[in-house]
């Protein structure tokens, strides 16, 4: 089994700036693929960005320029860092894991952007 926790979200105004972090422990033997998503409100969720196999990162395009996505590989850990916040960017931010062949999700982090 694979515990998956994401930190780092909170209340910041528009412009501002927050670094989320996903972390995943348990039984891992191979963590495959790290992602991050987020869901607004009445809304579906959506992907924000992910590193893929060749090392690259992929992003949104609403959120191109302005987010970072990066990969601890010896810690497990997904990082995600959030420049120049809008309003539409406000949403419970949560990570997936697949470790081999299971995927796995945290509860998620909430970030607010607002004056």
């Known amino acids: 089994q694979v515990q998956v926790v994401e930190s780092g979200g909170g209340l910041v105004e528009p412009g501002g700036s927050l670094r989320l972090a996903c972390v995943a422990s348990g039984s891992i033997f191979n963590i495959v693929h790290m992602g991050w998503h987020r869901q607004a409100p009445g809304k579906q969720r959506e992907m924000v960005a992910f590193?893929?196999?060749?090392?690259?990162?992929n992003y949104a395009d609403s959120v191109k320029g302005r987010f970072t996505v990066s990969r601890d590989n010896a810690k497990n850990t997904l990082y995600l860092q959030m420049n120049n916040l809008k309003p539409e960017d406000t949403a419970v931010y949560s990570c997936d894991v697949q470790e081999r062949t299971r995927v796995y999700w945290g509860q998620g982090t909430q970030v607010t952007v607002s004056s």
């Open positions: 590193i893929s196999n060749d090392g690259l990162p």
